[in-house]
């Protein structure tokens, strides 16, 4: 019998990875211990849930036995496999972060969270251009929950493989699907900035960092930078302070400096 990723799921995870948004799923069991011990769907679950929870708390040790014993308790169940790709991938197991994912596919080959795991794994790890056909592949369902993470992933890949108008497109979509998606917001502010349109990139920007608690060290320089183009020095020192007091040893402290 074959299990679609978010059959047994009630509650959804989306975890930044790698600057790209990567579906983990976590559930909440109120079931009786001894349909526990004897149910192995149940039993992978739990153990699944355990795993996206060890995961999101940066625990890669425990998150990686946890997706191990979730598939040791039923081979069949794929959020088990999906679960071991994303742990390996963080842990630059890409031998088996490929081969698990490939599995939770064999088990489920049309499941969108795995396909959008998938293709930002191939983005990150082999080419961008090729990650399109799965990440196109987890938008065709249209029961997707979470269609944005695939429209912002393809974005990026695009991006980095120098496709800034269909990159673009891509992100209006996310926001689209998600008006409150703060990541996709900041791309459009990039990309509009690197077109010259210093407006348009300073309400993009305004409105992500509206939606953030605390705005990222990308946005605080493009902040600054933006701020420096229009000539508001004022706005300019606000931006530079923030990036060089919360981020001191960042790659986009460094580039600050080029500013002055």
Not at 3 to 30: M, N
Not at 38 to 58: C, K, N, S, W
Not at 124 to 147: D, H
Request: charged share 20%; aromatic share 8%.
């Amino acid at each position: 019998m074959k299990y679609s990723l978010t059959a047994f799921f009630v509650v959804a995870i989306l975890v930044g990875l790698l600057s790209g948004c990567v579906s983990t799923t976590a559930v909440e069991s109120r079931v009786p211990d001894q349909t526990f011990k004897t149910d192995p769907v149940l039993r992978a679950q739990i153990h699944t849930e355990r795993a996206a929870e060890y995961f999101r708390m940066g625990n890669l040790a425990v998150a990686l036995e946890a997706a191990k014993q979730a598939a040791a308790a039923n081979p069949g169940y794929a959020p088990a496999y999906n679960m071991l790709g994303i742990i390996y991938m963080q842990l630059k197991e890409d031998t088996l972060a490929a081969q698990s994912f490939e599995q939770a596919l064999r088990l489920v080959p049309n499941d969108s969270e795995t396909l959008n795991n998938y293709g930002w794994f191939v983005c990150q790890r082999q080419s961008p251009v090729n990650a399109m056909q799965y990440f196109q592949a987890a938008l065709k369902n249209p029961l997707y929950a979470t269609p944005e993470s695939a429209h912002y992933n393809s974005g990026l890949c695009l991006k980095k493989a120098g496709d800034i108008r269909a990159a673009e497109a891509q992100f209006r979509n996310a926001v689209l699907r998600q008006p409150r998606m703060a990541e996709a917001i900041y791309e459009l502010a990039d990309i509009e900035f690197a077109r010259g349109r210093t407006r348009e990139a300073e309400a993009l920007l305004a409105r992500h960092n509206q939606l953030v608690q605390l705005p990222g060290a990308d946005a605080l320089l493009l902040g600054a930078r933006i701020a420096r183009t229009q000539g508001d020095k004022s706005a300019e020192s606000s931006y530079l302070q923030q990036l060089r007091r919360r981020f001191p040893e960042a790659t986009q402290t460094r580039s600050a400096g080029e500013l002055r």
